[in-house]
C-alpha cells in the first residue's frame, strides 16, 4: 500500500486546478464501503478528493419507485413481494416495505430473482413480484428469471423493474456545469457485464480518466495511480486495473439484455429524469411487467424534508454535512436511503468516518 502511497503523491499535480484540487468520483457502492473501511482517504495526498457518486442502486431508486413497492405489497390479492433485503427498510411517503409487512403483507427478501422464481413455482396459486433493482451487474439475473418464466409458463411471476445503466448517468453529471468531476473511478463489477470500453465515449466527450478498479486497498489505490498518471499527461483513457474485466465485457450477460429488456427514460432519485437510463421489458415479455397487470399508478416523487441524499448521490456534499446525518438519521432509524442500504454513503460514513481515524499505516 506504501507503495501506491508514494506513488500517488509524485504524480499529483503541485498546482491541481484554481477549483481546489482534483475530485475523482467512485460510482460503486461496494467501491464506497471499501474506501471507508480501508480508511484510504487517510493516504490521499492533499488536494485529492475522493467523493461518491450514484453508485448504489437502492439509493437511485426514486421515492416514488418505494411508493410503488409499497402499494403493491398492500394490494387485497396479497401477492408475494420477493426483493433484496436493503429494499424493506428504505422508506415511501407512505411507511416501508417492513411496515406493510408488520400490517399483514407477505413481503420476503430473496438472494435474488431466480429465488423469487423459486416462490413462483412452490406457490402456483399465489402471484410473486420481484423488485428488479440494480444496475447491469444484477440486471443479466432478472432478464434470465423472465425468460425462464416464459419458457415454463408461469403466469404467476412479475418484476417491478428499477433496473438502471450506470453509463447515462454517469454522462448527465458530467454534462451538469454546477457539478465538477475530474475523473471517474468505475465499477468493478458493473464492468465486468459492460466492459472498460464502455467508457470510451465518456473520455472521447469529455475529457476525463475513466479507471476501472476492484475492491481491495491496494487495487482500488493502483486506479488511483492510473488515474494520477493520465491527467498528468493529459491523456484520459478508458482502461482497467481490475483483471476479471474485459474490453468487451461479457457477450452473453449483454445478449439476454438486449433480449429481454430495452432501454426508456428513468428516474433518478437526487438527478432526476435520464434518457434511456432505465430498463423495461421488451416486446414479447411485457406480460411480466408487475405494474401493468396490478395497474399500479404513476406517483409523484416525495423527498424527506431535510434529507440530503440526492446532494450525496450527485457528490455535492458528504454525508457529514446532512444536516440529520448521526442525529437524526440514524443506522437504527434511518430517514434516507443513503443511510440504510448496505452499499450507501451515508451508511459507509456513519460506520467508519463518523470519528476521526488515525492511519493503520504510515502515511506517506
Same mark, same amino acid.
Given at each position: 500500500?506504501?507503495?501506491?502511497?508514494?506513488?500517488?503523491?509524485?504524480? !499529483? &499535480?503541485?498546482?491541481?486546478?484554481?477549483?481546489?484540487g482534483?475530485?475523482?468520483?467512485?460510482?460503486?457502492?461496494?467501491?464506497? !464501503?471499501? $474506501?471507508?473501511?480501508?480508511?484510504?482517504?487517510?493516504?490521499?495526498?492533499?488536494g485529492?478528493?475522493?467523493?461518491?457518486?450514484p453508485?448504489?442502486?437502492?439509493? *437511485?431508486?426514486?421515492?416514488?419507485?418505494?411508493?410503488?413497492?409499497?402499494?403493491?405489497?398492500?394490494?387485497?390479492?396479497?401477492?408475494?413481494?420477493?426483493?433484496?433485503?436493503?429494499?424493506?427498510?428504505?422508506?415511501?411517503?407512505?411507511?416501508?416495505?417492513?411496515?406493510? +409487512?408488520?400490517?399483514?403483507?407477505?413481503?420476503?427478501?430473496?438472494?435474488?430473482?431466480?429465488?423469487?422464481?423459486?416462490?413462483?413455482?412452490?406457490?402456483?396459486?399465489?402471484? *410473486?413480484?420481484?423488485?428488479? *433493482?440494480?444496475?447491469?451487474?444484477?440486471?443479466?439475473?432478472?432478464?434470465?428469471?423472465?425468460?425462464?418464466?416464459r419458457?415454463?409458463?408461469?403466469?404467476?411471476?412479475?418484476?417491478?423493474?428499477?433496473?438502471?445503466?450506470?453509463?447515462?448517468?454517469?454522462?448527465?453529471?458530467?454534462?451538469?456545469?454546477d457539478?465538477?468531476?475530474?475523473?471517474?473511478?468505475? &465499477?468493478?463489477?458493473?464492468?465486468?457485464? $459492460?466492459?472498460?470500453?464502455?467508457?470510451? &465515449?465518456?473520455?472521447?466527450?469529455?475529457g +476525463?480518466?475513466?479507471?476501472?478498479?476492484?475492491?481491495?486497498?491496494?487495487?482500488?489505490?493502483?486506479?488511483?495511480?492510473e488515474?494520477?498518471?493520465?491527467?498528468r499527461?493529459?491523456? &484520459?483513457?478508458?482502461?482497467?486495473?481490475?483483471?476479471?474485466?474485459?474490453?468487451?465485457?461479457?457477450?452473453?450477460?449483454?445478449?439476454?439484455?438486449?433480449? *429481454?429488456?430495452?432501454?426508456?427514460?428513468? $428516474?433518478?432519485?437526487?438527478?432526476?429524469?435520464?434518457?434511456?437510463?432505465?430498463?423495461?421489458?421488451?416486446?414479447?415479455?411485457?406480460?411480466?411487467?408487475?405494474?401493468?397487470?396490478?395497474?399500479?399508478?404513476?406517483?409523484?416523487?416525495?423527498?424527506?424534508?431535510?434529507?440530503?441524499?440526492?446532494?450525496?448521490?450527485?457528490?455535492?456534499?458528504?454525508?457529514?454535512?446532512?444536516?440529520?446525518?448521526?442525529?437524526?438519521?440514524?443506522?437504527?432509524?434511518?430517514?434516507?436511503p443513503?443511510?440504510?442500504?448496505?452499499?450507501?454513503?451515508?451508511?459507509?460514513?456513519?460506520?467508519?468516518? +463518523?470519528?476521526?481515524?488515525?492511519?493503520?499505516?504510515?502515511?506517506?
Amino acid at each position: 500500500m506504501n507503495l501506491y502511497c508514494e506513488k500517488l503523491h509524485e504524480l !499529483m &499535480p503541485p498546482q491541481p486546478s484554481a477549483s481546489g484540487g482534483l475530485k475523482v468520483m467512485e460510482v460503486c457502492g461496494t467501491h464506497t !464501503m471499501a $474506501i471507508a473501511a480501508h480508511g484510504l482517504k487517510d493516504f490521499l495526498p492533499e488536494g485529492l478528493e475522493l467523493v461518491s457518486g450514484p453508485g448504489c442502486p437502492v439509493c *437511485v431508486s426514486d421515492s416514488s419507485y418505494i411508493d410503488q413497492c409499497i402499494l403493491l405489497a398492500r394490494q387485497t390479492s396479497r401477492p408475494i413481494v420477493a426483493t433484496y433485503g436493503d429494499m424493506v427498510r428504505v422508506p415511501g411517503s407512505a411507511g416501508s416495505l417492513a411496515q406493510a +409487512r408488520s400490517q399483514g403483507a407477505d413481503v420476503r427478501v430473496v438472494m435474488g430473482a431466480s429465488a423469487a422464481l423459486d416462490l413462483a413455482r412452490q406457490n402456483p396459486q399465489r402471484q *410473486v413480484v420481484f423488485l428488479g *433493482v440494480g444496475f447491469e451487474t444484477t440486471a443479466p439475473a432478472t432478464a434470465l428469471a423472465v425468460r425462464q418464466a416464459r419458457q415454463e409458463g408461469l403466469g404467476n411471476f412479475t418484476v417491478l423493474l428499477a433496473h438502471k445503466t450506470i453509463l447515462p448517468a454517469m454522462r448527465a453529471l458530467l454534462a451538469d456545469p454546477d457539478n465538477r468531476i475530474d475523473a471517474y473511478l468505475c &465499477p468493478g463489477h458493473v464492468s465486468v457485464i $459492460i466492459g472498460s470500453d464502455a467508457y470510451i &465515449p465518456l473520455v472521447e466527450q469529455f475529457g +476525463r480518466p475513466c479507471v476501472v478498479a476492484g475492491f481491495e486497498p491496494d487495487n482500488i489505490l493502483a486506479a488511483l495511480v492510473e488515474i494520477l498518471r493520465q491527467i498528468r499527461l493529459h491523456q &484520459p483513457r478508458a482502461v482497467s486495473v481490475y483483471s476479471p474485466v474485459r474490453p468487451e465485457g461479457n457477450p452473453a450477460a449483454q445478449a439476454v439484455l438486449r433480449e *429481454v429488456f430495452q432501454t426508456a427514460d428513468a $428516474i433518478w432519485r437526487g438527478i432526476g429524469t435520464i434518457p434511456a437510463s432505465g430498463l423495461v421489458l421488451a416486446g414479447g415479455y411485457e406480460a411480466f411487467d408487475a405494474a401493468a397487470r396490478f395497474e399500479l399508478p404513476v406517483l409523484p416523487s416525495v423527498e424527506p424534508p431535510g434529507c440530503r441524499c440526492a446532494d450525496v448521490i450527485r457528490g455535492r456534499c458528504r454525508p457529514a454535512q446532512c444536516g440529520l446525518f448521526g442525529r437524526v438519521c440514524l443506522p437504527a432509524e434511518p430517514v434516507g436511503p443513503c443511510m440504510i442500504s448496505s452499499e450507501g454513503a451515508c451508511a459507509a460514513a456513519y460506520k467508519y468516518e +463518523r470519528r476521526k481515524r488515525t492511519p493503520t499505516h504510515v502515511a506517506c
